[in-house]
């Protein structure tokens, strides 16, 4: 059985035993999860969540680019097409992790890596690519800066360790902005 074969049949499994047709198209905990596409770190697992609680968006990295900031905006739209507004009360988490390979990108591609973060090939050392701890606080710097985005976030940068499996908090839970800037 070859591997489309067998996700298909996970599939028939969910269908009958998982899954659940009253999920709604707002995450029931208002929250929005920023992570990397690398399969170590998948949100719904490392951070234990049911289906329907968060967004999850996963790039490369995990980084806020333009693309990213660009689906957030989207997001807002969809949002307020389903008679909810993103903002107040609602959670922003940049999971970064350990051992992520952007680094790779960065030693051996940065050409590359430099459009896709949206900065000059001779920006992308201010970025702390290889650094997942100064990497989170500078997405969450980015996101606090970006005026498109509602004030009222409470936005957050977690580090997750691949080694041990635990997440550390490095940028603690705070709003966007204050409500006057």
């Given at each position: 059985?070859?591997?489309?074969?067998?996700?298909?049949?996970?599939n028939?499994d969910?269908?009958?035993?998982?899954?659940?047709?009253?999920?709604?198209?707002?995450?029931?905990?208002?929250?929005?999860i920023?992570?990397?596409?690398?399969?170590?770190?998948?949100?719904?697992?490392?951070?234990?969540?049911?289906?329907?609680?968060?967004?999850?968006?996963?790039?490369?990295?995990?980084?806020?680019?333009?693309?990213?900031?660009?689906?957030?905006?989207?997001?807002?739209?969809?949002?307020?097409?389903?008679?909810?507004?993103?903002?107040?009360?609602?959670?922003?988490?940049?999971?970064?992790?350990?051992?992520?390979?952007?680094?790779g990108?960065?030693?051996?591609?940065?050409e590359?890596?430099?459009?896709?973060?949206g900065?000059?090939?001779?920006?992308?050392?201010?970025?702390?690519?290889?650094?997942?701890?100064?990497?989170?606080?500078?997405?969450v710097?980015?996101?606090?800066?970006?005026?498109?985005?509602?004030?009222?976030?409470?936005?957050?940068?977690?580090?997750?360790?691949?080694?041990t499996?635990?997440?550390?908090?490095?940028?603690?839970?705070?709003?966007?902005?204050?409500?006057?800037?």
């Open positions: 059985m070859d591997f489309l074969e067998t996700i298909a049949a996970r028939v969910f269908a009958a035993h998982g899954f659940t047709p009253d999920l709604k198209i707002i995450p029931s905990r208002k929250t929005m920023i992570g990397c596409v690398d399969p170590r770190v998948d949100p719904m697992d490392v951070l234990g969540l049911e289906p329907g609680e968060a967004v999850v968006i996963r790039n490369v990295g995990g980084r806020i680019n333009p693309a990213l900031l660009e689906t957030l905006t989207i997001l807002r739209t969809v949002s307020h097409a389903a008679g909810q507004e993103i903002g107040e009360g609602w959670t922003l988490i940049v999971l970064h992790h350990t051992d992520c390979g952007i680094k990108c960065y030693h051996h591609a940065p590359l890596l430099a459009p896709y973060m900065v000059a090939l001779e920006a992308l050392d201010a970025l702390a690519i290889t650094d997942p701890y100064a990497a989170v606080a500078i997405d710097a980015a996101l606090k800066a970006n005026p498109k985005l509602p004030a009222t976030f409470m936005v957050t940068g977690l580090v997750y360790d691949v080694a499996g635990l997440i550390e908090t490095v940028v603690p839970p705070a709003p966007l902005r204050s409500l006057g800037a």
